[in-house]
């Protein structure tokens, strides 16, 4: 699976940026698909996640009720809607796939393809 993020850009705190996360190859509908992001000196953290079938998501409890991941399956892509955007929401966003027969993942080990990263900057 080839993944390709876009959509990431400056934008004043308070704001909204969609990223989009467009899938292609080999990919399938029993994967989960996730967003992390890594801000400077820090580690990467996971953002949230959604099966490609839709249905339940998961969020990392920073980004509950401000970022809602989709999908659009005819499209192939992911999208990750931030609204409320604040400073500490900087950070280079990647999307990711990997297999999931069940539930949703937190671990990035549990992903084995990832985009090359967006860069959200959010300026207070």
């Known amino acids: 699976v080839q993944l390709q993020a876009s959509g990431g850009g400056l934008v004043q705190a308070g704001g909204s940026l969609r990223l989009s996360c467009a899938a292609s190859?080999?990919?399938?509908?029993?994967?989960?698909m996730s967003w992390f992001r890594r801000a400077p000196g820090k580690e990467r953290e996971f953002v949230a996640a959604?099966?490609?079938?839709?249905?339940?998501?998961y969020y990392t409890n920073s980004v509950k009720g401000r970022f809602t991941i989709s999908t659009d399956d005819p499209k192939n892509t992911v999208y990750l809607q931030m609204n409320s955007l604040k400073p500490e929401d900087t950070a280079v966003y990647y999307c990711?796939?990997?297999?999931?027969?069940?539930?949703?993942?937190?671990?990035?080990?549990?992903?084995?393809?990832w985009g090359q990263g967006t860069l959200v900057t959010v300026s207070s």
């Open positions: 990711a796939s990997g297999p999931r027969k069940t539930g949703l993942s937190r671990s990035s080990n549990d992903y084995d393809s």
């Open positions: 959604i099966r490609w079938t839709g249905g339940s998501t």
């Open positions: 190859g080999r990919t399938s509908r029993s994967y989960a």
